[in-house]
């Protein structure tokens, strides 16, 4: 397989949870281990000020995201790891790219669409109630985190397959008109993370509010497990493990041997309260460590701004050349 380039950011709203683990950072981690691999993971804040207009929680969110990437065991020697909001040559790429972008092509993107949608069905006489020219044009600010670093590989979840494609759109025309500079990525669907459910077996996110964190107390943790949404069967009862919350959880965290077990003692028909608390012991002993390390550096919140500092470095050594160039191409400069 040839050298590919992972590209993937976190946009910083909320406390990182198991759904963010499973989904984005656990294989972002694994494939920057691949020698034959180079990878770019930023924190995506310019993306938070969309959802978020409270400065306090958009700075504990950005540090509470870059405390689990590097608890989690993210090497920045080797993956470039910095945050967005570092990087000015990606505004500057955004609006060039803004410039490249049908206005139609943004009025079916989804993100948008959604709210388009439930203004209508809230009876609203104005369909655009509540959006910003932010959450319109957000699929160019990410095209533009993708493009900047000459990205070949992009995981993300399902929602965001409509975002990659428009990425490949917008990056087409640019190169039709100013020559072949952008490098067109192609998506990588994590079908665990889309999978992984939250509290009420819907998917884990932010905005479903169902979300476990990943870095509470093992406490707390054990007390969001026990919070998931069962049916009434009784222990003895044997229990199926499709379309089960705590099975599905299980299955993201536990190795097949264990996964086997658990599937025996459900056809054998393992109480809820046991089936959750064997939930709980295999979460806990993956991240018991990793949380250590996360409570030390959240204490040392200086440790964390030095190593953004020196991803945002490693990151303009790329960007920076790379604009210069495309400054050329669309004649801003010669
Ligand atoms: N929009 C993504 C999300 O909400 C986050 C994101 C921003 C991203 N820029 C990106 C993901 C670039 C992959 C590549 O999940």
Redesign the pocket.
């Known amino acids: 397989m040839s050298k590919q380039t992972y590209?993937?950011?976190?946009?910083t709203t909320g406390t990182p949870h198991l759904g963010n683990y499973v989904g984005a950072i656990r294989p972002a981690i694994a494939a920057s281990k691949s020698a034959d691999n180079e990878s770019f993971y930023f924190l995506?804040d310019y993306?938070a000020l969309i959802k978020s207009q409270d400065p306090a929680k958009v700075r504990q969110s950005r540090t509470e995201i870059a405390a689990a990437w590097l608890a989690l065991g993210l090497d920045t020697n080797k993956a470039t790891f910095y945050r967005?909001s570092d990087i000015p040559e990606i505004p500057e790429l955004t609006w060039m790219l803004t410039c490249m972008t049908a206005k139609g092509l943004m009025n079916r993107a989804h993100a948008y669409k959604g709210v388009v949608q439930e203004n209508i069905d809230a009876g609203s006489s104005d369909p655009d109630k509540g959006i910003t020219m932010g959450l319109f044009s957000?699929p160019i600010?990410?095209a533009a985190?993708?493009l900047m670093f000459k990205s070949t590989r992009?995981p993300?979840?399902k929602?965001?397959v409509q975002?990659l494609e428009m990425t490949r759109d917008i990056a087409q025309r640019f190169n039709h008109h100013f020559g072949d500079h952008l490098v067109i990525p192609e998506v990588v669907v994590d079908e665990d993370g889309a999978l992984l459910a939250g509290l009420d077996g819907r998917k884990m996110s932010k905005s479903y509010n169902n979300t476990i964190p990943l870095f509470g107390t093992s406490k707390q943790l054990r007390k969001s497990i026990m919070k998931i949404k069962t049916n009434s069967q009784e222990p003895g009862e044997p229990k199926a493990t499709e379309n089960n919350t705590v099975f599905e959880l299980f299955c993201a965290f536990g190795s097949n041997d264990e996964i086997a077990q658990l599937r025996e003692d459900y056809a054998a028909g393992i109480g809820w309260g046991d089936a959750k608390q064997r939930l709980y012991e295999v979460i806990e002993a993956i991240l018991a460590e990793p949380r250590e390390k996360y409570n030390d550096l959240m204490a040392n919140p200086a440790d964390i701004e030095q190593v953004l500092q020196d991803g945002a470095k490693k990151a303009r050594a790329v960007s920076a050349p790379y604009m210069a160039q495309l400054r050329k191409a669309v004649g801003l400069s010669t």
């Open positions: 590209l993937t950011g976190i946009t995506a993306h967005q957000y600010l990410m985190d993708i992009v993300v979840g929602d965001q975002h």
